[in-house]
């Protein structure tokens, strides 16, 4: 490099365009420039290779400016501008060593005790005022100068500074810039972010004001909008060691599922970051959005496009400025003699050499001809900042004649008021400009001297092109406009990556945040009789209703019952059928033969009865199975207990009849009282009638209705939920219906078992006992099923089916053990049915304490004993 990297010009005379010299009635106002017209210098050194585009596109952009206006009679007329330029070498330590320059004029100086040799006081050349900075490009360089140009009240407006915080006017109240804070890129990032419905990212940002002010904004601005999370934020050292990028590459796969990389970092970096990528053979998977410093730039990507791919980076607004293209590819060495770098700039460019007095040219190297031609011999295509530079020269230049205008107006040149030119002043008609720039788009500043916020939104695209290069694919002007449909990721996919710490969970599922982290959940399924109310809760659904199949809402229990045609049904009803069809057989048949010895022998009125009580019992199979209503409910409150204490009632009559008349047979010869028929119904009703007080006392405390019970057909899998249409009975209330049928019952078996001992040819006492002993067989094996099955999701189908089943049984077991063998004796053995002598009380009980003794002899007398029974009269 260059020993000195100071250049002072006067663009009014040594300007290319200005060969003649300037007017004598001009005045001349000096601007400064500082600009990275070199790298920063490697191990210790303030400075390093020349940087073409970023240096000398951005210094000659200021020249061009300067050129302009001067040759422009509207603007500043006989004022002419001047500039003295600075190197930062892209570093902000020296960069403030370096503009101190421009405050030496304001610094004074004490020369009283200094003495030429001649006695003489000394002629000190005072230096050149600067009244405005243009500059700097990299945010800490212009926070480094910021705060020494604030001392001394110079404006200052930069062209390329980003950071954030210098957007406060506390601190930097004499900075301005004609490009937009970070803060507006980082709203825009997030944007863009948003819009590609991301919500999981990691940030990576360059040591310093700008990476880190970025990357804090991008957190802030999200922490704000809400929805996004950051997975990891990392940061690149100024100075790395071998092996750092491949760190960071590592910790960013430490989340994998953050693939979104929101990058704010130098050039450098950025290709250091790709390369490890490549490295860690993750091409493809990070998906990178770049600041403005990433830009639409070749740089960073070179030789590593395949990594880049799908990358989404953000630029200010800008154009192509063609005047400056056709200034810039006409400079040579002969006609820019006024750039002290252009020379190094031309022996890069053109990879030549320039010859020097005493420096021997290197034989590998050709020498420069002085002929080369920009953009002829060499590629060229202008740099980015170029429009944010002129506009930034003009914006200077506006605000001058502004000044001018309201203190010198009509004067030729600088007036007295503007001489000097005070700063403070001079940033008032700055913040006050309002012109078209070199773009034709608007230039004019906020109240913190930050320019309105306008980028383009590229995409660096290799598929389905045919030069792979940046696509613009949005604008953001504080709100984003993004075609979603021209944007396409690695290896050609039209299809957003995702970058989500958890996905959506499924219809019917809820999010269960991870504790700190907002964007992170894992999904759980709302289960059972539960439906989602909303993504974070699940809900019961009410006891009548059951979740949707996707359980996002409840829905309607079906309502069933008992049907005819269900296989729960058709056995009880066949078998009340076939029941129904004999009891009326034997009723008619009793009827037909009424008066016949074996009908009037069997005690006709309340063999009556109980045939009613077994057809009953037969009947009410019909009412458990008919659809609920509050008559049916009711016929089965009243006949499910009646048909059974009538059957029974009659049978512990007869049962308590023949017990008492032979118990009394042992005492006294008299008989019995209320043995005659007419007591026997008596005694029967008074039974019956107990029955029927209760249900009678029921019907007064709780009329019968209908109930839909939701809780019996509610197993785990609510698809199989059903709520059960049915009177209301409950097990309880049913069993207590019963009871009183069950009391009779045992209380007959208890008499029947007494009456053992009677001959078979006595009355109906053994059958009566037969059938009482089945019956009770019956309704031990009745209540088990009937309990046992109380929390199965079948219970009123299998309790229904059970309970009509073993009524039929009972009553089948009744109505064939004492009735069937008559009806056949009736129908198929007449001869059978004839009258026997009647015989007196004590003859009967003679008879039967005989049949007893003689039962007890030995069985090669059975033959003759029989044919010496006596039949006993029946009918008493």
Same mark, same amino acid.
């Given at each position: ?42 191990? *210790? ?72 040799? +001649? ?94 002010? *970025? ?37 960013? #796969? ?11 970092? +130098? ?70 003699? $006024? ?127 045919? %030069? ?10 504080? +709100? ?35 504790? *700190?982290?907002?964007?992170? =959940? ?22 009548? @209703? ?17 049907? =005819? ?14 029941? %129904? ?10 009827? $037909? ?30 009412? @458990? ?119 009779? #019952? ?70 064939? @053990? ?20 009647? $015989? ?37």
């Amino acid at each position: 490099p260059p020993v000195w990297h100071g250049l002072a010009v006067w663009m009014g005379w040594l300007s290319f365009h200005h060969v003649a010299s300037p007017p004598m009635d001009a005045v001349y106002i000096t601007l400064g420039g500082l600009f990275p017209i070199h790298a920063r210098g490697p191990h *210790g050194l303030p400075c390093g290779e020349i940087k073409k585009e970023k240096g000398i596109h951005r210094m000659e952009a200021m020249l061009y400016a300067l050129d302009q206006i001067n040759s422009d009679p509207e603007l500043l007329p006989n004022i002419t501008l001047g500039a003295r330029i600075l190197d930062t070498c892209s570093r902000d330590t020296y960069a403030l060593e370096q503009s101190l320059t421009f405050v030496q004029a304001l610094i004074q100086k004490d020369t009283s005790d200094i003495r030429c040799s +001649n006695g003489e006081p000394p002629i000190i050349r005072k230096p050149e005022r600067v009244i405005g900075v243009i500059g700097a490009s990299a945010s800490s360089v212009s926070i480094m100068v910021a705060n020494v140009l604030r001392l001394f009240e110079i404006p200052q407006i930069s062209y390329a500074s980003t950071a954030p915080e210098l957007s406060d006017n506390n601190r930097y109240d004499f900075f301005s810039r004609v490009v937009p804070p970070d803060s507006y890129q980082a709203q825009a990032m997030v944007d863009i972010v948003k819009a590609m419905g991301w919500n999981y990212v990691s940030t990576l940002a360059s040591e310093g004001s700008y990476g880190e002010s *970025g990357v804090d904004s991008f957190q802030q601005i999200s922490r704000e909008a809400g929805g996004l999370c950051i997975a990891q934020s990392l940061k690149i050292p100024r100075e790395p060691k071998p092996g750092e990028f491949d760190k960071i590459i590592k910790r960013l #796969m430490e989340t994998s599922n953050a693939r979104g990389v929101i990058i704010f970092a +130098n050039e450098d970096d950025i290709k250091r970051v790709l390369e490890a990528a490549k490295r860690a053979n993750l091409t493809g998977h990070f998906l990178f959005v770049g600041s403005d410093s990433w830009g639409a730039k070749s740089s960073p990507i070179l030789d590593q496009e395949d990594v880049a791919e799908g990358a989404v980076t953000i630029l200010p607004k800008r154009a192509s400025i063609e005047g400056f293209d056709q200034y810039f590819t006409s400079r040579s060495l002969e006609n820019n003699r $006024r750039n002290i770098w252009f020379a190094e700039f031309w022996e890069d460019d053109f990879r030549c050499k320039l010859t020097r007095p005493g420096i021997k040219i290197d034989s590998e190297k050709k020498k420069c001809t002085g002929e080369e031609r920009i953009n002829r011999d060499t590629a060229y295509e202008q740099e980015g900042k170029v429009q944010f530079v002129i506009d930034a020269v003009y914006a200077m230049a506006h605000a001058l004649h502004s000044m001018h205008l309201d203190l010198c107006p009509g004067a030729m040149g600088v007036c007295d008021k503007m001489d000097p030119v005070e700063g403070r002043l001079l940033l008032n008609y700055i913040r006050s400009v309002n012109f078209n720039g070199s773009a034709g788009t608007g230039v004019l500043f906020n109240e913190n001297g930050d320019a309105p916020g306008r980028y383009d939104i590229f995409q660096y695209q290799m598929s389905n092109t045919t %030069i792979p290069g940046y696509r613009v694919i949005g604008q953001w002007t504080n +709100n984003l406009r993004l075609n979603m449909e021209e944007m396409q990721w690695s290896g050609g996919d039209r299809q957003i990556p995702d970058s989500v710490c958890s996905f959506p969970c499924n219809p019917g599922e809820r999010k269960k945040m991870v504790k *700190g982290v907002p964007c992170c =959940w894992h999904c759980e399924l709302c289960d059972g009789y539960q439906y989602q109310q909303d993504e974070m809760t699940c809900e019961t659904c009410p006891f009548n @209703m059951r979740p949707t199949p996707n359980r996002t809402s409840c829905r309607s229990t079906p309502i069933i019952k008992l049907e =005819w045609h269900s296989p729960w049904a058709i056995i009880p009803v066949f078998l009340a059928i076939l029941g %129904i069809l004999a009891t009326s057989f034997v009723v008619i048949t009793f009827i $037909r033969f009424n008066d016949t010895p074996i009908v009037r022998a069997s005690g006709r009125e309340l063999s009556y009865v109980l045939l009613t009580g077994i057809f009953l019992i037969y009947l009410i199979t019909f009412l @458990m199975i008919a659809e609920p209503g509050a008559v049916v409910c009711a016929f089965r409150r009243l006949l499910l207990g009646l048909g059974m204490a009538i059957t029974y009632s009659a049978m512990l009559t007869k049962t308590n009849r023949i017990y008492r008349i032979f118990e009394q047979g042992k005492k006294s010869v008299s008989p019995p009282k209320f043995i005659s028929p007419t007591s026997q119904l008596a005694i029967t009703f008074i039974l019956m009638s107990v029955q029927l007080l209760g249900v009678f006392v029921w019907f007064a405390v709780i009329p019968p209705h209908t109930i839909i019970d939701y809780e019996e057909q509610r197993p785990p899998n609510p698809e199989m939920a059903r709520g059960v249409l049915k009177c209301d009975m409950s097990d309880l209330s049913l069993i207590c219906c019963l009871s009183y049928s069950i009391v009779l #019952m045992v209380t007959c078996t208890v008499y029947a078992v007494k009456s053992r001992g009677v001959p078979e040819t006595f009355n109906e006492a053994k059958p009566i006992g037969f059938t009482m002993y089945t019956t009770c067989i019956v309704w031990l094996a009745f209540v088990p099923i009937f309990f046992g099955t109380a929390q199965s999701t079948e219970k009123m189908f299998i309790q229904t089916t059970t309970l009509t089943v073993s009524m039929s049984l009972s009553a089948s077991v009744s109505l064939g @053990m004492l009735y069937i063998p008559k009806v056949y004796v009736i129908i198929f053995h007449p001869e059978q049915n004839v009258q026997k002598r009647k $015989r007196s009380f004590k003859a009967v009980v003679q008879a039967a304490t005989m049949s007893t003794r003689l039962s007890q002899k030995s069985n090669d007398k059975q033959n003759g004993e029989t044919q010496n029974k006596i039949e006993p009269d029946r009918t008493q």
